[in-house]
């Protein structure tokens, strides 16, 4: 069914605001996991503790300009969902600056996954981006050893769609694949060796590839980040170049956090960088002080 959209009155053309929606999926996707098919399990959620907290800057990159984009920030909890023991993974990004003159963009996205037999059971967003606001609902159930996922997307006026996606039973969300990279054993990979994925974004699920290229290196300001580099295509009609769409450097110890991220866009590229983090489980000894 073709989807309409509400008109809204905002500064940006529509061209514009299709850039900065990609923009929008490029942060999220800073935040999401690598090598899920690598695991022996759906989910191994043992790396991180309850009470975590993490805080990202973002900026746009364009030649020699690189102001300011905004901030993103992620929490993890323990509770419970409809009477089942799960962890809620929540996440807020903020833009600022000349940004968000220019399109100003509000998310949150959350998920619930359960602890025994770790899989995801609810994954949401609520986006406020360019004026427009929306909504996804995504809740998961397991039959056969397939993901039936029913999606529902819808505006403050109506629901613009509502589907069923039917994927692998570990198909992952955004938020649920990020647990996927702090997780992963460094040992079992070597470089060059290819990763396929299904992340499930809004009602579409979405086929993306890892290739992991090794250590490196990552300086920010007197410090200094020894990383695993992970270059990603995005096969998407987001990005006008799936090939090496993304890289992203995890911070090599036990934590496994995303320590920088960079996207291509059209025009210039999207990176974020790590600035804090609370209550991790382990020591963040991938962290160099620089005398």
């Known amino acids: 069914m073709k989807e309409d ?3 809204v009155e ?4 529509a061209v514009r605001e299709c850039h900065f929606k990609r923009f929008s999926f490029v942060i999220l996707c800073c935040l999401v996991g690598w090598f899920a098919q690598a695991q022996k399990q759906c989910l191994d959620l043992n790396v991180f503790a309850k009470g975590e907290q993490m805080e990202y800057d973002l900026y746009f990159k364009w030649g020699l300009l690189m102001p300011k984009a905004g901030t993103a920030s992620m929490t993890i909890k323990d509770t419970n969902y409809k009477n089942t023991p799960a962890w809620h993974t929540f996440l807020l990004l903020n833009t600022s600056g000349m940004v968000d003159k220019v399109f100003s963009i509000r998310d949150t996205m959350q998920n619930f996954i359960s602890k025994e ?3 995801l059971l609810y994954s ?3 986006s406020y981006e360019g004026g427009y606001y ?3 609902d995504l809740n998961y159930t397991y039959k056969d050893n397939k993901a039936h996922i029913h999606a529902v997307r819808k505006n403050l006026s109506r629901v613009r769609a509502d589907t069923v996606l039917v994927a692998g039973e570990c198909v992952l969300d955004l938020l649920g694949s990020f647990m996927f990279a702090r997780s992963f054993d460094w040992t079992n990979i070597e ?3 290819q990763y396929p994925l299904e992340v499930g974004m809004g009602k579409s699920l ?3 590839a890892y290739r992991y290229a090794g250590q490196r290196i990552i300086e920010r300001g007197n410090v200094k980040y020894r990383t695993r580099l992970i270059i990603i295509d995005i096969y998407d009609d987001a990005f006008t170049e799936s090939k090496e769409a993304m890289e992203l450097w995890i ?4 934590n496994h956090l995303p320590i920088k991220m960079r996207a291509k866009l059209k025009i210039g590229a999207m990176e974020a960088y790590y600035k804090s983090s609370k209550n991790l489980r382990y020591p963040l000894n991938c962290r160099v002080e620089i005398p």
């Open 117 to 119: 037999n770790p899989r």
């Open 191 to 193: 470089v060059g060796v």
């Open 206 to 208: 979405i086929n993306v």
């Open 5 to 7: 959209r509400q008109k």
């Open 10 to 13: 905002v500064p940006a053309a």
């Open 251 to 254: 911070g090599d110890d036990d």
């Open 124 to 126: 949401g967003k609520r």
């Open 134 to 136: 929306e909504m996804d």
